[in-house]
């Protein structure tokens, strides 16, 4: 399955972005997503992540009540909507799929290109 993320760009802080992950070749409705990210100088870590069917999601601590994954299975999308923004949400944020549900990044299989976002104080 190929992926490409979108939706990035630079919002003050307090603001909200929505970045969504587009899937074309394979079944989308087989493989659990997720949304990763990367800031300048770190490692990429767990943003959120939803089942198969939509039902289970999940959330890294730092970004629950202020994010919502959601998906679209006849679209083929996975969306992150991302509220009331930090400074420290500034990053390259990347989709990811695999069969079933995970929040390890190492257990995915397939990774978009990745979309910036900058968030300024």
């Known amino acids: 399955v190929q992926l490409q993320a979108s939706g990035g760009g630079l919002v003050q802080a307090g603001g909200s972005l929505r970045l969504s992950c587009a899937a074309s070749?394979?079944?989308?409705?087989?493989?659990?997503m997720g949304w990763f990210r990367q800031a300048p100088g770190k490692e990429r870590e767990f943003v959120a992540a939803?089942?198969?069917?939509?039902?289970?999601?999940y959330y890294t601590d730092s970004v629950k009540g202020r994010f919502t994954i959601s998906r679209d299975n006849a679209k083929k999308t996975v969306d992150l909507q991302m509220n009331s923004l930090k400074p420290e949400d500034t990053a390259v944020y990347y989709c990811?799929?695999?069969?079933?549900?995970?929040?390890?990044?190492?257990?995915?299989?397939?990774w978009g290109q990745g979309t910036l976002v900058t968030v300024s104080s």
């Open positions: 990811a799929a695999r069969f079933g549900f995970t929040t390890t990044e190492g257990e995915y299989d397939y």
């Open positions: 070749g394979g079944t989308f409705s087989y493989y659990g």
């Open positions: 939803i089942s198969r069917s939509g039902r289970i999601t």
